[in-house]
C-alpha cells in the first residue's frame, strides 16, 4: 500500500554552501524501521531529480528515530552564487513529504489510529 | 545550574527578541548571534570606507536599551557582533552603555596575514571543490577563522558584562558560559560535546520553540509572541531547553529534534572548534511545559585544524520576474522563457549559467513539485551568472519588452528591469589551530 512519507514524518532542511540537507523524524518511534526501508538515498535523488545534480547521502539516528540526508550540488552553486529562489534548501524538507513510500497493512494502521 | 539564551539567530533577526529574554524572565546569560557566511564581506566593505565601522550595526543600540537591565538582573551579554572591527564595535558599546564592561575576543581575523600563512605554506584548499586559496588570492575580500568557546571563556573571566568576539562558531557562544561557570576542560570531550550540541539547538533563536517547525504547525500556540530558547545548563552536561513561561511558541520533543537536525552532516562527527560532537548519543526526554531534557551525550577530542571562512569576489548576477495568467499561463511562461534564451544567443552573450523557475509550479521542488492542469497565473524567474558585469547588465533589458514583443499577458513588470548584483562567495578552507592567536582585551 503506498503512503505519501508526509503521513508518518515531519522534515527539517537547510544548507552548507551547494549541499542542502535534510532531517526526516518518524512521527512515532515505531515507524523509524519504516523509513529506514522505505526512505533510501536512491529514492531521494530520484525524487527531485534534476535539482539535485551531485549524489545523496544518508545517515541513520537511531537515537532520535531519525534520517539525515546530505544532498550534494543542490542549490545552484548555493549562498550568495545560487540563481534559485531558494537558495538555502529552506523548502527540501517539506518537497520530500509527498514521496511515495510502500507499508503494509498492519504499518498503516498504526499510522491511521494515531492521526 | 545556569540559563544561557539565544535572543538572536542571525542578523535581521527580531529586534524585540533579546530585549524580551532580559525582561520576561530569569537569565544569566544572552547570546546573540549575528554573522553569516558572507556577512564579513560586507562588513569589510564598510571598515573599507570607514575605518570606524565593520560590525554589527544593530548591536550597540540594543546594549544601550537593554543596559540598567543586564546589571539590575545580572545578565551577561555574549555576541559575535564584533564582524570585522570587533573593537570599533566595542568602543560604540561603551559610549551607548558607559556602565558596562566590554571584552572583546581578538584573533580570528587573519585576513592581513594572509600573504604570511600561504608563504608558510599553508594552502587553504577549498574544502568543497579542493582548489588551493592562491588561485582566487587577489579577489579575496575577507578571511576570519572560526574561534571556539575557550578564548570566549576568557573574556568572561574578565567581569565582563558585554563579550564580543568577531568569526566564532555560533555554539562557542553558549557553550563558553559552560566553560567558564563549571571549569570545563579541554579534555572534558563530552561536557564540552553536551555544550555544543545545546548551542546547536538554541542558534537559530526561535526555530527551536516552533518556528519554522512543521510537526503540526498549526497548532502551535501564539507565535506573534514566540518565546526564544534558554538552556538550563548543569555542570554534569547535562541540560534542559525551555523558554519564559507565558511567552508563544512550543517545546516538545518532535520540535527540538527538527532543531537538532538543521544544517548538520554526519551526526556522529559533528566536527567544531572544541570538540566533536556525537549526535547519535543524545537522549531527549519531555518534561511538560515546554521543557525538554538532554542527557546521554558523548564527545571525542577536537580537530588539529579550525575551520577559516573566506569571502571573495566570484562575479555578477541578475535575476528577473514576469507574470503570465491563465489560460495557459505555464505554457505562455516557457514560450517567454525561449524567447529570452534565444535572443540572449543571439547578442553572443556568454552565462556560466542562466537558470529558469516557474514561480507557482515548480520553484522550491522542481520534479518533485505537485502538477496543477492549469494554474491560474505563473511567475517567469529567470536568472543569469557570470563573470562579465556588461553581460549580466545587457540581460538585465531583455525581460520588460516581452511584454509587448512575447506571448499575452506578461504583467507584473512594475519594478523595471533587475539590477546587475556582484557575487561575494564564500570559500571554506582549514588551517592548523598554532597558526592562530587569540587574544582577549578589557575596553575601558
Known amino acids: 500500500m503506498k503512503i505519501p512519507l508526509g503521513r508518518i514524518a515531519h522534515t527539517r532542511s537547510g544548507d552548507k554552501g551547494d549541499l542542502s540537507n535534510i532531517g526526516v523524524i518518524a512521527r512515532e518511534d515505531r515507524w523509524y524501521p519504516v523509513l529506514v526501508r522505505e526512505v533510501t538515498p536512491e529514492r531521494v535523488k530520484a525524487h527531485f531529480g534534476d535539482l539535485v545534480r551531485g549524489r545523496v547521502e544518508r545517515f541513520e539516528l537511531p537515537n532520535l528515530c531519525a534520517l539525515n540526508f546530505l544532498l550534494y550540488e543542490a542549490l545552484d552553486g548555493g549562498g550568495t552564487i545560487s540563481l534559485r529562489i531558494d537558495a538555502q534548501g529552506k523548502t527540501y524538507g517539506a518537497g520530500l513529504l509527498n514521496l511515495e513510500i510502500d507499508v503494509t497493512e498492519a504499518e498503516l494502521a498504526q499510522a491511521v489510529e494515531q492521526n | ?444
Open chain 2, 1 to 444: 545550574m545556569i540559563r544561557i539564551a539565544n535572543g538572536q539567530g542571525f542578523w535581521g533577526d527580531w529586534l524585540e527578541a533579546p530585549v524580551r529574554l532580559i525582561e520576561q524572565g530569569p537569565l544569566d546569560y544572552l547570546m546573540l548571534d549575528y554573522l553569516a557566511e558572507v556577512t564579513m564581506s560586507i562588513l569589510q566593505k564598510q571598515k573599507a570606507a570607514d575605518p570606524a565601522l565593520g560590525y554589527a550595526r544593530d548591536f550597540p543600540p540594543l546594549i544601550g536599551r537593554v543596559a540598567k537591565q543586564m546589571r539590575e538582573r545580572g545578565v551577561v551579554v555574549l555576541a559575535n557582533a564584533g564582524g570585522v572591527n570587533p573593537l570599533a564595535c566595542a568602543r560604540e558599546v561603551r559610549r551607548l552603555a558607559p556602565d558596562l564592561k566590554v571584552a572583546v575576543v581578538l584573533g580570528d581575523d587573519i585576513f592581513g596575514h594572509l600573504d604570511d600563512l600561504l608563504a608558510a605554506g599553508h594552502q587553504m584548499r577549498n574544502m568543497d571543490t579542493g582548489a588551493p586559496l592562491a588561485t582566487i588570492r587577489e579577489r579575496i575580500q575577507s578571511a576570519n577563522v572560526y574561534i571556539g568557546a575557550f578564548p570566549i571563556a576568557e573574556a568572561l573571566a574578565t567581569d565582563a558584562d558585554v563579550v564580543i568576539t568577531g568569526r566564532s562558531t555560533d555554539s562557542a557562544l553558549a557553550l563558553a558560559p559552560m566553560i567558564h561557570r563549571f571549569g570545563w576542560k579541554e579534555t572534558d570531550y563530552d561536557l564540552l560535546a553536551a555544550g555544543t550540541i545545546a548551542g546547536h539547538a538554541i542558534e537559530c533563536g526561535a526555530q527551536c520553540t516552533g518556528g519554522n517547525c512543521q510537526v503540526d504547525w498549526q497548532a502551535i500556540p501564539d507565535m506573534a509572541n514566540i518565546g526564544y530558547p534558554i538552556i538550563e545548563a548543569e555542570p554534569d552536561g547535562t541540560f534542559a531547553i525551555t523558554k519564559h513561561p507565558g511567552t508563544g511558541g512550543r517545546i516538545s520533543v518532535p520540535v527540538v529534534k527538527e532543531q537538532l537536525l538543521y544544517e548538520i552532516g554526519d551526526p556522529a562527527n559533528y566536527m567544531m572548534a572544541d570538540c566533536v560532537a556525537d549526535f547519535t548519543t543524545v537522549q531527549l526526554e519531555d518534561c511538560g511545559n515546554d521543557r525538554v531534557r538532554f542527557t546521554g551525550i558523548r564527545g571525542r577530542p577536537r580537530p588539529a585544524t579550525l575551520k577559516v571562512s573566506i569571502s571573495y569576489q566570484y562575479g555578477w548576477k541578475a535575476i528577473g520576474t514576469l507574470v503570465y495568467s491563465a489560460p495557459d499561463a505555464l505554457a505562455k511562461a516557457r514560450s517567454a522563457d525561449a524567447i529570452v534564451r534565444e535572443r540572449l544567443a543571439s547578442l553572443g552573450l556568454k552565462f556560466e549559467q542562466i537558470y529558469t523557475e516557474f514561480f507557482g509550479v515548480n520553484a522550491c521542488h522542481g520534479p518533485a513539485a505537485r502538477t496543477c492542469p492549469d494554474p491560474p497565473e505563473v511567475q517567469l524567474r529567470i536568472g543569469v551568472r557570470g563573470p562579465d558585469r556588461k553581460a549580466v547588465d545587457r540581460f538585465t533589458r531583455e525581460l520588460v519588452p516581452l511584454v509587448l514583443s512575447g506571448p499575452p499577458t506578461g504583467t507584473g513588470y512594475g519594478e523595471g528591469r533587475p539590477k546587475p548584483r556582484e557575487i561575494v562567495a564564500y570559500w571554506p578552507a582549514l588551517l592548523p589551530r598554532e597558526a592562530v592567536r587569540t587574544r582577549v582585551e578589557v575596553v575601558e
